[in-house]
């Protein structure tokens, strides 16, 4: 495996693997894809479109023809998308009664360190046991830390951080200085099984390492090579982070695009297009060399020769608008309102045209059980996080109450955001969270209106 790319003064770069061709824009002129041709050779459930602007790239993923999934990577620079980086750090400021501290990481905006993401050596603190550390008793104002982006800056809000850093790769993720073992909950008991007999052999010795979902089937010498890579990763950022105790970046992670590949891609995928030639490039070489089997999966679509744009001609934009929409109209005739506050995020569940055909009973719980499945999925594809009530039609039985309750855990359960779901409430409420990332789909694609501030009301004047 190939040392990640050193530069003199500058950060360390997330760097594909090696194996990709030099001729890779020849290959991509001969997979173009043509709007009437038919693949029949890859099969899964879901497709991958991504569209690039001068702005961002936009990735749509589609479950069939539906869309599930809409991801906006804003151009990346020192402020936009920089969730992953790590930096050295210099603490600002400590604030005991929030116990989180401000981090100067050299970009505009501070960003935050809370005291659970604080790492440190128990020795250091003298007569305190574990449950009773104060955050101004393990950090101090001017100490210099490494640290890693957790979530974008949203908002007002500055990026959150953590000193607990991971360095992700195709099948592992290394914890640096840690004795951290861990294997994905989602693979089968069988294979976590099989990959706990290999960790030993592949652990490096000062780091720790948690085996990924994508390791599955994969063979021993295969998760050493990526092992051997991160470790070969986090000694190039040791070796830069010596060179200053200035506030930088010292490690970029991969584009948006190439990272949720990353994460993503495997069988289940029937293709990935993409409408940019430079974007192309960099992700099938990142393909051909983690998973060169899933290769011809990667394809261009040329605009300057398609009929269509992309998103035009798989349905993307058309779906886009209806997922800003605030009603969700459901198959049997009722419908959903999605209302945003500051505080939360609101769904109102009504019958609307669902007369039924039995009892009232009979009808609210039907059109529970549709608006359930149809909540996750709304959550999923607008990306909202945080606090969130659904507000069910009210059902007398409480075995009801309860099925709908666990339809909805059921749907949630897709999701790879993690959600915490409580029970229907007597007056038909559901309070929720959703782990929140990054911006909402909304956030992402429009700005608030200059003339009401985002309110939506005009008010009358000359009062």
Known sequence: MPQPTRYADAPVEASAPEGSSDNAAGRAKSRKRRGGERRTRAQGRYLMCVHTTKEATHIATLEGR???????????????????????????????????????????????????????????????????????????????????????????????????????????????????????????????????????DVKPERHGIIIRTAAEGVSAEDLARDVTSLSEKWAAIEAEVAKSNQPRLVYRDLDLAVRVLREELNDDYRGV????????????????????????????????????????????????????????????????????????????????????????????????LEAAEEVARQLRLRDIGGIIVIDFIDMEAKGNREAVASALRQALSRDKTRTQVFDISELGLVEMTRKRVNESLLESVSSVCSMCDGRGFIVATGL
């Open 66 to 200: 539906t869309m599930v999934e809409y991801t906006v990577a804003k151009a990346a620079d020192e402020t936009n998308q920089i969730d992953g980086n790590i930096y050295v750090g210099r603490i600002q400021n400590v604030l005991p009664g929030m116990e989180l501290a401000f981090i100067d990481i050299g970009i505009p905006k501070n960003a935050v360190l809370y005291r659970g993401d604080i790492s440190f050596d128990n020795e250091d603190v003298e007569g305190v046991d574990q449950n009773g550390k104060r955050i101004e008793q393990m950090i101090r104002s001017g100490q210099t830390i490494i640290c890693q982006v957790t979530k974008n800056a949203i908002g007002a809000k500055g990026a959150r951080l953590t000193q607990e850093v991971s360095i992700p790769g195709r099948f592992a993720v290394l914890v640096p200085n840690s004795s951290t073992i861990g294997i994905s909950k989602r693979l089968p008991d069988g294979e976590r099984r099989r990959l706990r007999k290999i960790i030993d």
């Open 273 to 368: 297009i993409i409408d940019d030639m430079v974007l192309y490039e960099k992700v099938r070489e990142y393909v051909l060399a983690v998973s060169p089997e899933l290769a011809d999966r990667i394809e261009y679509y040329d605009r300057g020769t398609e009929e269509l744009p992309l998103f035009e001609r798989y349905f993307v934009h058309e779906q886009l608008h209806r997922a800003l929409d605030r009603k969700v109209f459901l198959p049997s005739g009722g419908s959903l309102i999605i209302e945003r506050t500051e505080a939360l995020t609101v769904v109102d569940v009504n019958t609307g045209k669902n007369v039924g055909t039995s009892n009232l009973e009979e009808t609210v719980f039907r059109n529970n």
